[in-house]
């Protein structure tokens, strides 16, 4: 499970009976499949994702958090690294995460974290995806408007629903939210019945070579952040001891 093994047979699954493409392509087809990823907690394996993807021909969409207690969005490394990803075809957007306002107050609230990912990245940033929203789960049911930019909550990309599956759904949304499926595995869908429109979100820290239940996976993760965290202190401090590496 979750090792780029599976994640490549998903690929190739998908690409069986539908075309890959990006948001804006899919607005004029009746039968499609967008490929989102969060990035949570590790843009060094976002990056890793992103080159697997590039192999297999495949581009998709990677939003970053801009408030984000595990990774600094705009350090320079992750600014070189989000740049490397986009120059792989990939599309970058803004994770947003989002308090409780009225859609005037959260219009601006958007467009201005938009705005400071373009400043620093040098580009233009022109998607958006809602996270977790627990407390808020209702944001993704206005289907929340920005000029010119995409909401890949937009209707035409998500149906939300309370409680209830619909019978017929506008778009089918699998996600690999929590180290688990909950929504169905993309391997176990019936790709023949026709409109069918999907969207795939991952999260890239679930993702490894090895592949990890969920427990090792954050073991294996958060140790990676560490030896990151005290490099860049050896880095910068001279008295960093160096037997701590």
């Not at 595990?70 to 075809?89: D, P, R």
């Not at 180290?179 to 490894?208: C, E, N, R, V």
């Amino acid at each position: 499970m979750f090792s780029y093994t599976e994640y490549k047979n998903i690929i190739a699954l998908v690409t069986e009976h539908l075309p890959i493409v990006d948001f804006k392509e899919a607005l004029r087809l009746d039968k499609f499949c967008v490929i989102r990823h969060d990035i949570e907690f590790s843009i060094d394996r976002a990056l890793k994702l992103a080159v697997i993807e590039r192999e297999l021909g495949v581009t998709s969409t990677y939003t970053v958090q801009l408030r984000n207690n595990t990774y600094n969005a705009l350090s320079k490394k992750n600014i070189e690294a989000v740049h490397e990803i986009k120059k792989m075809g990939h599309k970058i957007g803004l994770h947003q995460n989002p308090p409780v306002m009225d859609d005037d107050e959260l219009l601006d609230y958007i467009q201005k974290d938009i705005q400071t990912l373009e400043y620093y990245y040098g580009f233009e940033i022109d998607r958006f995806a809602f996270h977790r929203c627990r407390g808020n789960s209702g944001v993704l049911g206005r289907y929340i408007e920005v000029p010119n930019k995409i909401n890949c909550y937009d209707k035409r990309f998500f149906h939300y629903f309370v409680d209830k599956k619909p019978d017929q759904l506008r778009v089918n949304y699998l996600a690999d939210s929590n180290h688990q499926w909950k929504y169905g595995h993309p391997i176990h869908l019936d790709y023949k019945s026709a409109p069918f429109k999907l969207q795939l979100l991952t999260h890239p820290f679930s993702w490894t070579e090895a592949g990890y239940e969920n427990i090792n996976n954050f073991a294996k993760l958060i140790k990676e952040r560490s030896n990151e965290m005290a490099l860049d202190m050896e880095t910068e401090n001279y008295s960093f001891p160096k037997e701590l590496l």
